[in-house]
Nanobody
Framework: QVQLVESGGGLVQAGGSLKLSCTAS?????MNWYRQTPGNERDFVAG???????NYADSGKGRFTISRDDATNTVYLRMDSLSPEDTATYYC?????????????WGQGTHVTVTS
């Protein structure tokens, strides 16, 4: 069982930046960020596998940067040039692989509000 604790959400003006953090209670193969707005599905934002293999949704390419610190089992999402469209609850996701079995874990979410 992996527990995830997110932090870093808040209120920011358009054009500003925020850095989200998510600390896991154990090691995960992959860590991802998703976001969700009311009435919509949870959408992938960015992911990192191992120490350096990253991928991003088109919405965040060039603006968001995902990184991880394996020493502390923490994944970060640096978000720059934020716009009101980025307003959402951001969720951390961790994927573990044990004997070929994949398990996914979710954090409780941290809310980001971007004002125009």
């Amino acid at each position: 069982q992996v527990q995830l604790v997110e932090s870093g959400g808040g209120l920011v003006q358009a054009g500003g930046s925020l850095k989200l953090s998510c600390t896991a209670s154990g090691r995960a193969s992959a860590m991802n960020w998703y976001r969700q707005t009311p009435g919509n599905e949870r959408d992938f934002v960015a992911g990192i596998i191992g120490g350096s293999s990253t991928n991003y949704a088109d919405s965040g390419k060039g603006r968001f940067t995902i990184s991880r610190d394996d020493a502390t089992n923490t994944v970060y999402l640096r978000m720059d040039s934020l716009s009101p469209e980025d307003t959402a609850t951001y969720y951390c996701n961790a994927v573990t692989v044990t004997a070929g079995h994949y398990k996914k874990y979710w954090g409780q979410g941290t809310h980001v509000t971007v004002t125009s």
